[in-house]
């Protein structure tokens, strides 16, 4: 169990750049989740993924906003046309389907866009 | 829909004293409760979760919540504090049903020596 990691750690970007985030979920695990967690606040759900179809989307998650699961393994979360209030750490967790499942969080990837 | 409301959001006390960090949620279904920390620089970390049976659930690093549900609460405790539990901490509830948690604002526990 290497864990939930995300790649990159820290991106620094310019508005209305875009930029893609990956996360690598552990290796079993078929769900996927990303959340947004801006300072001072708690991490907000944007959507989750059981193996490679999307199953839930937040109303947050606006048209410059899209996640991927394509082989049920990894995930990319893409944002088109960055603005300053996407700025914030995105979070990426996985778990299993069973009744008593938890979620394993990755580190994050803090998103700086100037 | 639901809602978590963390009532105290910066908890100051001294090393070895005890400490209660409140929680409240708000749900039309059944839920599970959680309650998570996150050190600086680092990502969540489940300190216990409360599923089902007993309403006392004991964690990691001497934690302990207990689930009250005609109150809708789950107060996160531990008898004797360290340095070492300084971070943010965050409550969690999920539908029994769904996939997603919904998160508290987080209590910020600063262990003065």
């Known amino acids: 169990d290497t864990g939930v990691s995300q790649d990159p750690r820290h991106k620094i970007t310019k508005r209305g750049q875009n930029v893609t985030f990956r996360c690598d979920p552990i290796s079993e695990h078929n769900r996927l989740y990303w959340y947004r967690q801006t300072l001072g606040q708690g991490p907000e759900f944007l959507t989750y993924?059981?193996?490679?179809?999307?199953?839930?989307k937040s109303r947050l998650l606006s048209d410059r906003f899209s996640a991927e699961r394509p082989k049920g393994s990894f995930s990319t979360l893409e944002i088109q046309r960055t603005e300053q209030g996407d700025s914030a750490m995105y979070l990426c967790a996985s778990s299993t389907t069973g009744t008593n499942e938890r979620q394993y969080f990755g580190p994050g990837t803090r998103l700086t866009v100037t | 829909a639901q809602s978590v409301t963390q009532l105290d959001s910066q908890v100051p006390v001294f090393e070895e004293a005890p400490v209660e960090l409140r929680c409240n949620y708000s749900s039309s279904v059944s839920v599970y409760l959680f309650w998570y920390v996150q050190y600086p620089n680092q990502g969540l970390q489940l300190l216990l979760k409360?599923?089902?049976?007993?309403?006392l659930v004991k964690g990691i690093n001497g934690f302990e919540a207990e689930f009250n549900k005609s109150q809708t609460s789950f107060h996160l405790r531990k008898p004797s504090v360290h340095i070492s539990d300084t971070a943010e901490y965050f409550c969690a509830v999920r539908n029994t049903n769904a996939g997603k948690s919904t998160f508290g604002d987080g209590t910020t526990l600063t262990v003065k020596p």
């Open positions: 409360y599923l089902s049976g007993s309403t």
């Open positions: 993924f059981q193996n490679e179809a999307q199953l839930e």
